[in-house]
């Protein structure tokens, strides 16, 4: 394949494959995280007459001012940060490129970007495209959660440092960092004058009262933080792609500056129908997350029932769940990505194996994520075909 040796590394994505080997074996798929529900049926009304209306041709640059007003107006009512929605709020085509942007733009050859590891897929492959080095800070488990250490974020900070790309809470884990860990990545951050960019895409899918704290509300934090989500997530509406960048009129303008010449703009009659959503849709959202609650609750009993060693996540879609008790019973090694592959034989069911997330492989061999953003029936299906494969 011509790709150049920095891309060589990023080919195909782990939920395209997985969701590829659902759709050729008709297993039920728990790879990708997308819901199989749709969200607000007013929302989807607002984007069908904002197409019968004409909103059909290129928006303006930053995201129509409605919805630049609505993420400001939501961003002060949830988390009480304040963004002005003339130039500290900048629609992207989806998180993915708000964070793709904000990299390109701040960062160079020479660069150091610090992350998470397990970390997202397209945060490495958008470092490598920027020309920077990523520099993976692990979480580690302790008590069942996956914890950040603070001496290894402190550690891993050089002079070249310039940016640490935040995820909470966390895909795949399931983490939400707590208010100690912010304050210290913060404190971090402020010592060695970088820039943070916040991926906050689950921020509403939290469970059993556990609060999501945005960084960028800490003091010293607002004017270094490029706080990015999305409402993929938010409105079961991953296929949108509407997401957002706040932060302060420079950081923003920068990150405008690269995401014009990605995409330019994208989603024209979508950006009405979220706006519409985040300023009147909020109970339903809070609905979707008892309900999405429940369905991690189910799934975890279900992975349970079939052996898996399971840690609970405490946000997101997914669950990470450590094979090798199963893969004991069935005797094979515990392999997450052979397992994976194998699932929809051995079970009929589709999963993520976590080693994707790892810059070395092995650190993640073990584990393997399974979503949970799906009707009950499926999450049941899924469970049985998993308890009868290891009975
Ligand atoms: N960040 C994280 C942590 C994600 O899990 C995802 C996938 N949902 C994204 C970004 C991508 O978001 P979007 O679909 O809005 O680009
Ligand atoms: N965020 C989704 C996940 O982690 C996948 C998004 C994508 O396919 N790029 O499963």
Redesign the pocket.
Same mark, same amino acid.
């Given at each position: 394949m011509p790709l150049v040796p920095a891309l060589q590394p990023f080919r195909t994505?782990i939920?395209?494959q997985m969701?590829a080997l659902a759709v050729s074996t008709g297993a039920i798929n728990l790879?990708?995280?997308?819901p199989d529900t749709d969200g607000p049926p007013a929302m989807l009304e607002a984007a069908q007459r904002a197409i019968r209306d004409g909103f059909n041709q290129y928006p303006p640059g930053p995201g129509i001012p409605a919805l630049r007003q609505a993420i400001s107006h939501g961003r002060r009512r949830d988390h009480g940060q304040v963004f002005d929605p003339e130039d500290e709020v900048l629609v992207t085509v989806g998180a &993915?490129e708000a964070v793709a942007a904000a990299v390109i733009a701040l960062v160079q050859t020479g660069d150091e970007v610090i992350m998470l590891e397990p970390h997202?897929?397209?945060y490495p492959a958008v470092v490598a495209m920027s020309g920077a080095r990523h520099v993976s800070v692990p979480l580690r488990t302790t008590d069942g959660r996956f914890a950040l250490d603070l001496d290894d974020l402190a550690a891993a900070i050089t002079p070249a440092t310039k940016l640490i790309l935040l995820n909470t809470p966390h895909?795949?884990t399931g983490t939400v960092l707590t208010a100690d860990e912010l304050a210290g990545i913060a404190r971090l951050a402020i010592d060695h004058d970088l820039v943070v960019v916040a991926d906050e895409?689950y921020e509403y899918l939290t469970f059993d009262g556990t609060q999501h704290l945005p960084i960028g509300t800490l003091p010293g934090m607002a004017e270094r933080t490029i706080t990015v989500s999305s409402s993929?997530?938010t409105f079961n509406a &991953?296929g949108w792609k509407i997401g957002w960048a706040c932060g302060p009129a420079p950081l923003i303008a920068a990150v405008r500056a690269a995401k014009q010449f990605l995409t330019y703009v994208g989603g024209a009659p979508f950006q009405p129908a979220i706006a519409y959503a985040l300023e009147h849709e909020m109970d339903w959202v809070a609905g979707m997350r008892d309900s999405l609650q429940h369905k991690r609750d189910r799934l975890c009993e279900g992975l349970l029932a079939a052996g898996f060693t399971v840690h609970r996540p405490q946000g997101t879609?997914?669950v990470v769940t450590d094979i090798r008790s199963v893969a004991d019973r069935l005797d094979r090694p515990a392999d997450g990505m052979a397992f994976c592959l194998d699932l929809p034989r051995l079970a009929g069911v589709v999963a993520?194996p976590q080693e994707v997330f790892h810059d070395d492989p092995a650190d993640g061999t073990p584990f393997v994520?399974f979503?949970f953003c799906k009707k009950d029936d499926i999450i049941d299906a899924a469970a049985a075909g998993l308890a009868r494969m290891s009975a």
């Open positions: 994505t939920f395209a969701s790879g990708q995280g997308f &993915t997202y897929d397209s895909n795949p895409v993929g997530k &991953t879609y997914f993520v994520r979503a």
